[in-house]
């Protein structure tokens, strides 16, 4: 009867820690779905250079990531010499993160994280995105950069393409668009 208990309490724990990772992987999904955007996917490893070579970073650019996830784009923008890497994340675990990183990389001075949906902030005052968003978000995405880019901004879009703009160069599946 003893190890009757012992085994039940095993499985309740069990039942338990596995509820815990249930319930905090659907909060993740669904706050970026209901924010507008795609789920966090960091930009695989070997797309980062082909948007470094696309996006061609000048000391004077001001860099900014919709949707910054762990902050490795920031991280790498910032690395190739950007003036300011500026990302919005939705997800507080990841904004928590990516300042993490960028800390330990020493390079909190040339980066910021808000934690805020992009949607809801004014993207003028950078001449060059980076975006790894998700198909359903590129049309509000492209009219939002549309609207508050200046003229010659660059934008470098690893995955989905947008529904107007044509891309000036693709490498893969990164495309370099410039606003006209
Ligand atoms: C595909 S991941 C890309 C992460 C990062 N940019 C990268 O390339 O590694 C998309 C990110 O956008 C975030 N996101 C989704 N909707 C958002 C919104 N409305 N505002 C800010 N971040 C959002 C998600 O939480 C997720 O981290």
Do not use: C
Not at 57 to 73: A, W
Request: proline share 4%; no cysteine; net charge neutral.
């Amino acid at each position: 009867m003893f190890f009757y208990y012992i085994l039940l309490g095993f499985i309740g724990i069990g039942a338990l820690i596995y509820l815990f990772f249930a319930a905090r992987d659907l909060i993740r999904i669904s706050i970026p779905t209901f924010a507008g955007g795609g789920i966090y996917v960091g930009t695989p490893v070997e797309a980062i250079p082909i948007m470094l070579e696309l996006a061609n970073i000048q000391p004077t650019d001001i860099v900014m990531d919709l949707g910054s996830g762990d902050g490795r784009l920031l991280i790498a923008a910032a690395k190739a010499g950007a003036k300011k890497s500026i990302g919005y994340e939705i997800q507080h675990w990841l904004v928590k993160q990516s300042r993490e990183l960028a800390e330990s990389e020493h390079l909190s001075d040339k980066i910021e994280i808000y934690p805020d949906s992009f949607w809801h902030v004014d993207v003028s005052n950078t001449n060059l995105v980076l975006l790894y968003q998700i198909s359903y978000a590129m049309k509000g995405i492209e009219e939002k950069l549309q609207k508050e880019l200046p003229v010659g901004a660059r934008v470098v879009a690893n995955g989905f393409k947008f529904p107007k703009w044509k891309e000036e160069k693709t490498i893969g599946n990164v495309r370099l668009y410039i606003k006209k």
